[in-house]
């Protein structure tokens, strides 16, 4: 028994088709994509049934092995069903975006580019600690901790884990005056 | 007759619930009492469940007598019952806590009114993919509780909640998609989805397809595990819907995709031909993710990170198929589901009490609501692990597993668990210096609510109440870890064993069937005859025999048993 080449070229085609279509930002062609991903895979589901039988109706003195396999097609109609749902709710989804923003692409989550863009010091948790250790260091103590260590070293800005400390700089510049005379 | 029969009802009740909270949708009142109640009952019913399994014993219940592996079936046993009963306890404190918070803000009929039928929907979902007992189900139920959950998700349509939507829809439809993948691939391969028939068949595969379907099926769930290259989208998508919701997510969905993972790797996939890459991927889940928490400032982002991170102790401990790592594991899923639950609903309240959740923006909450600070800070410590409550425990069993297999690999897993949970700690203290201890003087440009006196409605009772009883059943999980301890070793045995499950779905011959197919050096037993990678192994389709002819002794019946 040899599979349905058809089948499994046209599923192969979809699938393609439906990657490429998912990896867009435009909402509409997401959905178009996940679409053509679903039919593909309704496909690739039918196929695993084997050769079209007949109809798998019991009737008294055929070949069992006549019949046409009816799981697949159960699993093919289930999953029709569901993504009828999903892409109604990803319709609903689409057309919200549209409502709310005038736009139909995927958004950008800002708190993400927000924790993204935001330095690693933290100047409560990073800052020297004043040598009396009364208190944590007020916010306007820390900044000018900050603005001093940064212009003491230019390239800090990079490093600003080594500008918080006031000596990283000349210990930093260590190492570098060893490799010059080999 | 055995209660265990009564399985079914663990699904169709909350659907009932649904159904009938769905044409209750103008009454408020009806409908909080129908979905409380449901639960309530499921939960009860679920103890039921878990009490006629305690101590061994699996039972199949195949739905309409269909004979197995024909139809549905049913199984429970002590792990899928453990589960049951933690997430329906689970989902009962957060409904009370959703349902007060809806009272205390008086919305009258909005979209929320949905929320009732689809967080019934969603326990219904969650249940029938733990009692699943062939992969189709298991597919249904996650497609029920996914589908409930892009609803929850995004209740009241804001603009952050629908970005969040459509990246979690689209990557939950992807997932389920490659699962569905699977599917059609194991049915072509062995013409079956019933797990323990898969558990006998799966074994006379040549080892490439074998392989093949095992990352697939891995791929799948490691989407919804929310494993480390694959858990991008969850720290994008859950810290905007609303708290009670998303408290539910993240006690209860991540799992079932560990415990399909886990299903997996002990009934259909016994061995350790993936031990290894999934040591890797449970080594950078944790280190990844808790990277991630600690650069966050917003609390509920900060715990979806650390709630990715947790996912790797438990796939390491999958990942050692030994008993002791197996059962730490189950008791670590068990401890997950109810602390992480359990903060995400604190974050929830100090986000009402002080008008944000942005750590920056916080202070003085210490001194302000003592109460808050005790609910954040038992949770905060028993995920950290700090001795003597329950996640230091199954961090011990899940280390002393490690130490006992003693591979370079495992080791190097344990290193980085202990790591991962120092770390964890750094980021609950973070939170708690910055929230609760310092002063409200301190924050950057703190809401008014901080500064104000306690207004009556930000901490309604019943709210504190619904998190103070979750937080009590984590340290339950500590006071009674022993015994807790023991049937999850007893449920690992069992798994691992896989005997219990496969003679009660399919007979005590089909066991010992499979039983000699794993002791046979894999692939030995058969001729080459399936092409590697590329060609679909369609050459074993039933083509004509009905689903699961080959088995002896189970004839396509029409229902009606003998």
Redo the contacts between chains.
């Keep these: 028994?040899?599979?349905n080449l058809t089948l499994?070229l046209i599923s192969g085609v979809l699938f393609a088709c439906g990657i490429y279509l998912?990896l867009e930002r435009s909402?509409t062609r997401?959905l178009l994509g996940?679409l053509m991903?679903?039919n593909g895979?309704n496909l690739?589901?039918l196929?695993?049934?084997?050769?079209a039988?007949l109809a798998p109706f019991?009737s008294k003195g055929t070949d069992?092995?006549?019949?046409?396999?009816p799981?697949?097609q159960a699993?093919v109609l289930?999953?029709i069903v569901?993504?009828f749902?999903?892409t109604g709710?990803?319709l609903a989804?689409?057309y919200?975006?549209w409502q709310?923003?005038r736009a139909d692409e995927?958004?950008d989550?800002l708190?993400?580019r927000r924790?993204a863009a935001?330095s690693g010091w933290v100047p409560?948790?990073d800052a020297d600690v004043p040598a009396d250790l009364s208190e944590?260091p007020s916010l306007v103590e820390a900044a000018e901790a900050d603005r001093a260590a940064l212009a003491a070293a230019p390239h800090a800005a990079d490093l600003p884990d080594d500008a918080v400390l006031g000596d990283a700089v000349p210990l930093a510049a260590g190492p570098h005056d060893e490799e010059e005379p080999e | 007759m055995n209660l265990a029969s009564l399985a079914p009802l663990a699904v169709v009740l909350p659907i009932f619930g649904a159904a009938v909270t769905f044409l209750l949708l103008r009454q408020e009142r009806a409908q909080r009492i129908v979905s409380i109640g449901v639960v309530a009952l499921t939960l009860a019913l679920e103890v039921g469940l878990l009490a006629s399994v305690w101590g061994g014993g699996t039972v199949a219940v195949p739905i309409g007598e269909w004979i197995p592996p024909l139809g549905i079936t049913l199984v429970v046993d002590q792990f899928s019952s453990l589960m049951l009963v933690v997430s329906s306890a689970v989902s009962l404190a957060v409904l009370v806590y959703a349902v007060s918070q809806g009272i205390a803000d008086g919305d009258k009929d909005g979209p929320i009114s949905v929320f009732h039928p689809s967080f019934l929907i969603l326990i219904a979902g969650v249940s029938d993919a733990f009692l699943a007992g062939d992969l189709f189900n298991l597919y249904v139920g996650f497609e029920m509780l996914l589908t409930a959950s892009y609803v929850l998700l995004t209740l009241g349509g804001t603009t952050a909640r629908i970005r969040a939507g459509v990246t979690y829809v689209v990557v939950s439809v992807v997932s389920s998609l490659l699962f569905l993948i699977a599917i059609a691939i194991v049915y072509a391969a062995t013409g079956t989805v019933n797990m323990a028939d898969l558990a006998v068949k799966l074994g006379q595969l040549s080892p490439e397809t074998q392989v093949l379907l095992h990352v697939m099926l891995l791929i799948g769930f490691g989407i919804k595990a929310a494993v480390f290259p694959l858990s991008f989208w969850l720290p994008d998508s859950y810290p905007t819907a609303p708290a009670p919701v998303t408290a539910v997510f993240a006690g209860l969905l991540t799992k079932v995709g560990v415990y399909a993972m886990v299903r997996t790797e002990t009934l259909l996939f016994p061995g350790d031909a993936l031990n290894v890459p999934l040591m890797v991927v449970a080594l950078l889940t944790m280190v990844v993710g808790i990277l991630g928490a600690l650069a966050q400032t917003d609390i509920k982002r900060l715990l979806s990170f650390t709630l990715v991170s947790h996912i790797g102790y438990m796939v390491f401990g999958l990942a050692m198929s030994s008993v002791i790592g197996l059962a730490s594991t189950v008791f670590y899923v068990m401890h997950h589901i109810t602390v992480q639950t359990s903060l995400f609903l604190v974050a929830g309240l100090i986000e009402r009490r002080a008008g944000t959740a942005s750590i920056d923006r916080l202070g003085g909450l210490a001194k302000l609501s003592p109460l808050l600070a005790l609910l954040y800070f038992i949770p905060a410590m028993n995920l950290a692990g700090i001795p003597p409550l329950s996640g230091f425990l199954g961090k011990l069993g899940l280390i002393q597993a490690g130490v006992a297999l003693g591979t370079p690999m495992a080791l190097a897993v344990v290193v980085a668990g202990v790591a991962v949970s120092l770390l964890t700690l750094l980021a609950m203290a973070r939170v708690w210096g910055r929230a609760f201890w310092r002063t409200a003087d301190d924050a950057d440009n703190p809401d008014p609510a901080l500064l104000a006196p306690a207004r009556r409605a930000s901490m309604p009772a019943a709210m504190v109440g619904a998190t103070a009883g979750l937080v009590g059943l984590g340290l339950a999980l500590t006071v009674f870890a022993g015994p807790l301890f023991q049937v999850s070793q007893a449920a690992a045995k069992e798994m691992l064993d896989r005997t219990p499950y496969i003679s009660a779905v399919l007979g005590s011959d089909a066991a010992k069937l499979a039983a000699s197919h794993l002791n046979q050096p894999q692939g030995s037993a058969l001729p080459g005859g399936q092409a590697p990678g590329g060609a679909l192994p369609v050459g074993q389709a039933p083509g004509g025999q009905a689903p699961g002819g080959q088995t002896p002794g189970s004839q396509p019946q029409t229902g009606a048993k003998p």
């Design positions: 028994m040899s599979p499994l998912l909402l997401v996940l991903l679903t895979v690739l589901l196929t695993t049934g084997g050769y039988g019991f069992p092995r006549s019949y046409s396999d799981l697949p699993f289930t999953s569901i993504s749902a999903v709710f990803m989804l689409i919200r975006t709310l923003g995927v958004a989550d708190e993400d924790v935001q409560e948790e944590f």
